[in-house]
């Protein structure tokens, strides 16, 4: 039931509730119902609950009531209200107050079904478009953090519950997962956003410079060390350091960072004199440090040490819903760079999107949207002419899904209705192959022989 659309259900008459509860939980959606309109505010989830159905007539708070207080807290949260009371200019007003539909009892099961098929489409719409705004808002901010999937709305929650606290951070995920995107978010929705965000790339420098880079020196602390030098470390306090491919530090300046974030003091090469640093570390690795093979040389106190909050970053193939608001998002600044209109996006094009694998993530993303944007993408045709009937008049998200529901059928086509080879051919989990079949609105059994 849990990947079903939720509707709360409203009815002071028990029997009724129950009934309609049934009908509607028999036609494929999950049902939470309640006798008192009260009860059913205070339980109401704007995030999960997909739309409200009540009846009217009830005592102490009537359905036009319920629904006033439901638009207060969402205004485009479907209410469809129900009467025994044949009273036509109620539901003239009603509607022009923004009830989604008002029915008549007693009434046809199908009629109160379609009803609720409709407006859950319609709030599928409503929080795409947010998501879209989210996304450009966020595009507008030079942070790409973009995806509407739970994985990604997770990820987004998390940060900003450990933005302020300080704690230091280790961030895992694939090459081109976007780990600096999270260390800057990380920087900028915390107390310390007007101190300096301050990047090092511990596997692009060489092991005789990296101490000096990290930990600064004095003149003359070595050969060729003419000025003294403030480190990443000074210079990132009362800020953010990030420390991209931590796994790649050399062991003797691991030995030091350690000290550094235990003692959360600097000690400068050629001198010995001690400098405190208020510091908030932000790690990131592309090997899983917590498995001793993969750790090799990385020190295991160190990684416990930096090991105090983990956030892993879902490489793109695991959340391909997002790609359309990406991949979009890329388009549109690779032709205000190039000073290109962006051509139409073409069925082999979504076929490329939808299977590839990206395994350079969101950074190969945005490298072909600006290769797409040039004339240069290198895309397969494909063989069998999946999604030729893409309306290219809608939308790239709309496209998107419509290419994908084509894909759904006809991969079921091909394996005649049978979920397990169904689900192996197209690569996804199980509860979201479902998920898909109740967007789309696909039957299985239509496919089988």
């Given amino acids: 039931m849990n990947d079903m659309p939720l509707i709360m259900l409203v009815d002071d008459d028990r029997d009724l509730l129950r009934a309609t509860a049934q009908t509607l939980e028999l036609a494929g959606f999950a049902v939470t119902p309640f006798l008192r309109p009260e009860d059913a505010l205070q339980a109401l989830d704007i995030g999960s609950v997909r739309v409200v159905v009540s009846d009217i007539r009830m005592p102490r708070m009537d359905g036009l009531e319920l629904f006033a207080r439901v638009r207060q807290m969402d205004e485009d949260l479907p209410v469809i209200l129900m009467t025994g009371h044949g009273d036509i200019p109620m539901a003239v007003q009603a509607i022009k107050d923004g009830v989604y539909d008002f029915i008549p009892k007693p009434f046809a099961t199908d009629r109160l079904v379609q009803s609720v098929r409709r407006a859950i489409e319609k709030r599928r719409l409503v929080l795409d478009n947010r998501a879209l705004r989210e996304a450009t808002d966020q595009a507008q901010d030079g942070l790409p953090l973009i995806g509407q999937t739970p994985a990604m709305e997770r990820l987004r929650r998390t940060l900003r519950q450990i933005a302020d606290t300080d704690v230091d951070v280790l961030v895992t995920g694939e090459t081109g997962s976007g780990k600096e995107v999270v260390a800057s978010l990380l920087h900028r929705w915390s107390r310390r956003a007007k101190g300096n965000f301050v990047a090092l790339n511990c596997g692009a420098l060489p092991e005789s410079v990296i101490e000096s880079e990290l930990f600064g020196h004095e003149a003359g602390a070595f050969t060729g060390a003419q000025k003294k030098r403030i480190g990443r470390i000074e210079h990132s306090s009362e800020g953010t350091l990030f420390l991209d491919e931590i796994e790649s530090m050399p062991q003797s300046a691991?030995?030091?960072?350690?000290?550094?974030l235990e003692m959360r003091e600097v000690t400068p090469l050629g001198t010995n004199e001690v400098r405190p640093v208020d510091l908030r570390v932000v790690a990131a690795a592309k090997v899983d440090l917590g498995d001793p093979k993969q750790r090799d040389t990385f020190r295991e106190d160190l990684f416990y040490r930096l090991n105090v909050v983990t956030i892993s970053i879902p490489p793109l193939r695991d959340r391909r819903a997002d790609i359309p608001l990406l991949f979009?998002?890329?388009?549109?600044?690779?032709?205000v760079r190039f000073n290109k209109l962006a051509p139409p996006v073409s069925p082999d094009a979504l076929h490329h999107l939808l299977t590839?694998?990206?395994p350079g993530n969101v950074r190969e993303l945005a490298h072909f949207a600006e290769r797409f944007v040039l004339g240069l993408a290198d895309i397969d045709t494909d063989a069998n002419g999946a999604g030729a009937a893409t309306d290219m008049s809608l939308s790239l998200p709309a496209r998107m899904e419509?290419?994908?529901?084509d894909l759904i059928r006809g991969t079921l086509r091909e394996h005649d209705g049978d979920i397990r080879l169904t689900i192996e051919a197209l690569g996804i989990p199980r509860k979201t192959f479902y998920d898909k079949l109740q967007r789309h609105g696909i039957v299985r059994g239509d496919y089988v022989k």
């Fill in 254 to 260: 691991q030995v030091k960072m350690l000290r550094v």
């Fill in 328 to 335: 979009g998002h890329f388009l549109d600044r690779a032709a």
């Fill in 356 to 358: 590839h694998d990206w």
């Fill in 402 to 405: 419509q290419y994908e529901a």
